[in-house]
């Protein structure tokens, strides 16, 4: 990057024809990584920086998060925001597009979300929060000695219904999702996954 940068009539011809657009996470890159995933709020510089570049390309932010909490995060209208794993994009020309295989899954995940409460809940330091097509199970403040109990409690979740759920590890978080929800495989003109792809 920096030797574009000096070299900035080349990557104009490089760019002829095509859109420029940066993509960046919101937890651990707009913000740092903090305990709680309510803790982690952008400064005003972050976001006046995000906010020039989007006058001088198309800038989405991805999350795992629900796209509406982050776009309330960012307070900046002219972003594409893709929150849940890309489940559901939002942008000011296009509107939004939202897969619809999460809301089959709405009564798997409020049982899932029901148990994690119950067992992991009762943790010190662990939070469960549910999303529109996964729960997570955030447990970076809970004990070393605990956090074992954590993993066990997932586990046994998964094992009750190996055919229908999954779990993705995080950054001291554990995602439990559907199965056949599909997942975001790779970037190309849109977000692609294994079962359609959004343009």
């Known amino acids: 990057m920096p030797r574009d940068l000096e070299n900035g009539d080349e990557v104009v011809w490089h760019r002829a024809g095509r859109h420029l657009a940066v993509f960046l996470d919101y937890d651990g890159t707009l913000t740092p990584i903090v305990d709680r995933p309510e803790d982690a709020i952008i400064s005003d510089s972050m976001r006046e920086a995000v906010r020039g570049l989007t006058r001088r390309c198309l800038v989405c932010v991805v999350s795992g998060r629900d796209r509406r909490v982050v ?44 148990r994690l409460r119950k067992e992991a809940g009762a943790i010190d330091g662990a939070l469960v929060e549910p999303k529109n ?15 074992s109990t ?22 001291m978080v554990y995602e ?24």
């Open 133 to 147: 097509v996964s729960v997570a199970v955030h447990y970076r403040p809970v004990s070393n000695e605990e956090r």
């Open 71 to 114: 776009q309330e995060l960012m307070s900046i209208d002219d972003l594409i925001v893709a929150g849940s794993h890309g489940f559901d994009i939002w942008s000011l020309t296009g509107g939004t597009i939202q897969r619809e295989e999460g809301a089959a899954f709405e009564g798997l995940l409020d049982q899932v979300k029901a």
């Open 150 to 171: 954590i993993k066990e409690i997932v586990d046994a979740v998964l094992a009750g219904r190996p055919d229908e759920l999954k779990v993705t590890p995080g950054k």
């Open 176 to 199: 439990v999702q559907p199965r056949s929800t599909g997942t975001i495989t790779g970037w190309g003109n849109g977000l692609s996954s294994s079962r359609n792809e959004v343009r």
